[in-house]
């Protein structure tokens, strides 16, 4: 089975603009949760989508959103980028079918950079 | 609220030594998941291990080993004969069954250097 994909791997903005990443769960899994790692915070629980709906949210402002479509592919879009928006953002994807059982796979990353 | 803390920050050991990462959980709920990801310069968190807060045996796992204490809130992990393809991040993870639709809690990471 293919593993999650994330598209772009790189990318670099300036501040002010807006940026879209891309997000392709392992063939099977219904959600797909978003991550981002920074230095100086770590690891951040950003938000998770299952059946096209956004299921829980981290604590990050509004700038912050995504979406998941029917084929459960999801995206996430950060607007009016600052300089504390570079970061690794990682995709996880799981079965959700049980609990007990399901694990977050996630993908190889999109590094941002805001100049 | 959930809170995992990994207290080492690196670790540096010569190949084949074993090493220990230690995890310390926080945690309301009576029903909670633990997992272990590896970070290699690459950038991909990959997938170690999970235990179930319901299953405290311990197990091996080919060169990996992990230690879950329910009393001490501890779920600490080992490799053994380690060699350079384990130097990563390694980084400890919660979700409990009340935080519902899968948030992980992660620790801020344990550093690996293992010098041939």
């Known amino acids: 089975k293919a593993g999650v994909t994330q598209t772009p791997r790189y990318l670099i903005k300036t501040r002010g603009q807006q940026v879209t990443l891309s997000c392709s769960p392992i063939s099977g899994h219904r959600s797909v949760s978003w991550y981002q790692q920074t230095p100086g915070q770590g690891l951040q629980f950003l938000f998770e989508y299952f059946s096209e709906t956004q299921r829980n949210k981290g604590n990050f402002p509004g700038r912050f959103s995504g979406r998941q479509f029917s084929n459960s592919r999801s995206e996430m879009n950060v607007s009016t980028l600052e300089l504390g928006d570079s970061a690794l953002y990682l995709c996880?994807?799981?079965?959700?079918?049980?609990?007990?059982?399901?694990?977050?796979?996630f993908g190889p990353g999109t590094r941002l950079t805001v100049l | 609220a959930q809170k995992v803390t990994q207290a080492q920050t690196e670790i540096s050991v010569v190949e084949k030594e074993d090493v220990t990462l230690d995890c310390v959980y926080e945690t309301r709920d009576t029903t909670y998941y633990l997992f272990w990801y590896k970070q290699p310069p690459s950038g991909e968190l990959v997938f170690l291990i999970r235990?179930?807060?319901?299953?405290?045996q311990n197990e091996i796992s080919g060169r990996y080993s992990w230690n879950f204490q329910k009393s001490t809130s501890s779920f600490n992990f080992t490799i053994t004969a380690s060699q350079v393809v384990d130097s990563a991040v390694y980084f400890c993870?919660?979700?409990?069954?009340?935080?519902?639709?899968?948030?992980?809690?992660f620790g801020a990471g344990t550093q690996v250097v293992v010098t041939p």
């Open positions: 996880a994807s799981r079965w959700t079918e049980a609990s007990s059982t399901d694990t977050q796979y």
């Open positions: 235990r179930n807060s319901f299953d405290e």
């Open positions: 993870a919660l979700r409990s069954e009340g935080d519902s639709w899968g948030k992980l809690q």
